[in-house]
T-cell receptor, first 116, second 117 residues
C-alpha cells in the first residue's frame, strides 16, 4: 500500500518570503499523480498543484511550484512571496495509476503560519 | 473543476442517533468519495460511491455503520448510524473529474462538522 509522509507538523514563514514544505511517499508503481491541497480554517480543501509522475518537468502555478524527485520519491512544495492568505494546513496526496476512481492517500499535513 | 455543496454544514447529535449528510454537485460525475477527518488529523477515505452500483468501503468502515446512497450522477448521501463520540469528525464529499489535459483531479465539498455528545 502507498504511504505519504509529511515530516514537518508546523512551519512558519515571514510575509513575502519563501517557504518549502516537504513530502515523501512510498510506492512500487510507476504511474501516479501527486497533489498538494490547502485547507484553511474554513476547512474547504483547495487543490493547489498537481504533478504527473511521467512528467519530468516540475509543475508550477503562479507562486506555487514543486520539486518532484521521482527516484527519491520526494515531492516538496515551494511557496514564493508568501501572503497572509497562505496560512493553512497543507496536505500532500498520492493517487495511483490512471484509472478512473482511484482514492487519494493523504499525508498527515503541515500547518503553515505566515507572520506579518 | 466542480462546485460541491454539503448539508448540513455542522450538527451536534446525541449518541445512538443517526445523521444523514447530503452532497450535491453542479455537474454529472461518475465517481464520488466520502472522507472522514478526525480532529487535528488527516483525511481517510470511507468509501467510493459509483452511480448504479453498491458503494465500495475501505478497510475499517462497514455499510451498516456508514450506509451510502448514490441515486444519480449529481447527488449522494452518507449516513452515520448509531453514533458515538468517536464519530465526531469532519465528513467531506469529493468528486473526481477528468480534465481536458488527460488527468484526473478530485475536488472537495466544504465538509460537515459532526459533534456527538
Amino acid at each position: 500500500a502507498q504511504t505519504v509522509t509529511q515530516s514537518q507538523p508546523e512551519m512558519s514563514v515571514q510575509e513575502a518570503e519563501t517557504v518549502t514544505l516537504s513530502c515523501t511517499y512510498d510506492t512500487s508503481e510507476s504511474d501516479y499523480y501527486l497533489f498538494w491541497y490547502k485547507q484553511p480554517p474554513s476547512r474547504q480543501m483547495i487543490l493547489v498543484i498537481r504533478q504527473e509522475a511521467y512528467k519530468q518537468q516540475n509543475a508550477t502555478e503562479n507562486r506555487f511550484s514543486v520539486n518532484f524527485q521521482k527516484a527519491a520519491k520526494s515531492f516538496s512544495l515551494k511557496i514564493s512571496d508568501s501572503q497572509l492568505g497562505d496560512a493553512a494546513m497543507y496536505f500532500c496526496a498520492y493517487r495511483s495509476s490512471m484509472e478512473y476512481g482511484n482514492k487519494l492517500v493523504f499525508g498527515a499535513g503541515t500547518i503553515l503560519r505566515v507572520k506579518s | 473543476s466542480a462546485v460541491i455543496s454539503q448539508k448540513p454544514s455542522r450538527d451536534i447529535c446525541q449518541r445512538g442517533t443517526s445523521l444523514t449528510i447530503q452532497c450535491q454537485v453542479d455537474s454529472q460525475v461518475t465517481m464520488m468519495f466520502w472522507y472522514r477527518q478526525q480532529p487535528g488529523q488527516s483525511l481517510t477515505l470511507i468509501a467510493t460511491a459509483n452511480q448504479g452500483s453498491e458503494a465500495t468501503y475501505e478497510s475499517g468502515f462497514v455499510i451498516d455503520k456508514f450506509p451510502i446512497s448514490r441515486p444519480n450522477l449529481t447527488f449522494s448521501t452518507l449516513t452515520v448510524s448509531n453514533m458515538s463520540p468517536e464519530d465526531s469528525s469532519i465528513y467531506l464529499c469529493s468528486v473526481e473529474t477528468f480534465q481536458l489535459a488527460g488527468t484526473y483531479e478530485q475536488y472537495f465539498g466544504p465538509g460537515t462538522r459532526l459533534t456527538v455528545t
